[in-house]
């Protein structure tokens, strides 16, 4: 079975300009979670979407939004990027959001932002 | 809010040592721990997730624990492997609630070496 996917893997943007990655989970996950890792802040959560809605979201400000399709593929947009947006952005999936009985989460390989 | 501490931040083992890596978190009202694993510029892998109803869980070399009372987890690496080295994270659903999905607050890592 194959694993969760992000593209693209890399990425060399400008401040101001605008981003969206993209992250398809396991096949039969309907749970995807973005989280951002830095070096100052470690990895922090962004949010999370289930069956097209998002169900939880950080503490990021409007600049991050994402949306989840009907075959659970889910994406997220940067805009107006900053200086501090360079990170590596990491997709989650598990197959339904974790309740009583959490579900194991399956990290992709990250995509890394580097804003000029 | 829920906090997530490992301690050490660093170690550095000659191969085949014994070890064990520490995390402690500030909200004992959870429902599970997950432990992950990440190597340089790579996503993350799960290792071993507790449920909260367990003490402990074991996978080949490794076996974690969990003391929700204290609010600790231990992960213990026998006969550590050069193959080993990586930074270890821990974490824990930020919220105990059927609502909170699967947003989870990570530790820090413990970035470890294991020399040939």
């Known amino acids: 079975k194959a694993g969760v996917t992000q593209t693209p893997r890399y990425l060399i943007k400008t401040r101001g300009q605008q981003v969206t990655l993209s992250c398809s989970p396991i096949s039969g996950h309907r749970s995807v979670s973005w989280y951002q890792q830095t070096p100052g802040q470690g990895l922090q959560f962004l949010f999370e979407?289930?069956?097209?809605?998002?169900?939880n979201k950080g503490n990021f400000p409007g600049r991050f939004s994402g949306r989840q399709f009907s075959n659970s593929r889910s994406e997220m947009n940067v805009s107006t990027l900053e200086l501090g947006d360079s990170a590596l952005y990491l997709c989650?999936?598990?197959?339904?959001?974790?309740?009583?009985?959490?579900?194991?989460?399956?990290f992709g390989p990250g995509t890394r932002l580097l804003v000029l | 809010k829920q906090e997530v501490t490992q301690i050490p931040a660093a170690l550095s083992v000659p191969e085949g040592e014994n070890l064990v890596l520490n995390c402690s978190f500030t909200d004992s009202a959870i429902y599970n721990l997950q432990w992950f694993r990440q190597d340089p510029g790579k996503g993350l892998t799960s290792l071993l997730l507790i449920q909260s109803s367990q003490r402990e869980q074991t996978s080949g070399r490794l076996n974690a624990s969990l003391d929700k009372s204290s609010g600790r987890s231990t992960l213990y690496i026998a006969a550590s492997q050069p193959g080993d080295s990586a930074t270890y994270l821990c974490?824990?659903?930020?919220?105990?609630?059927?609502?909170?999905?699967?947003?989870?607050?990570f530790g820090e890592g413990t970035q470890l070496t294991v020399n040939p």
């Open positions: 974490a824990v659903p930020s919220q105990f609630t059927e609502t909170s999905g699967s947003r989870l607050t």
């Open positions: 989650a999936s598990s197959l339904a959001p974790g309740a009583v009985v959490a579900e194991t989460q399956y």
């Open positions: 979407y289930f069956s097209e809605t998002q169900r």
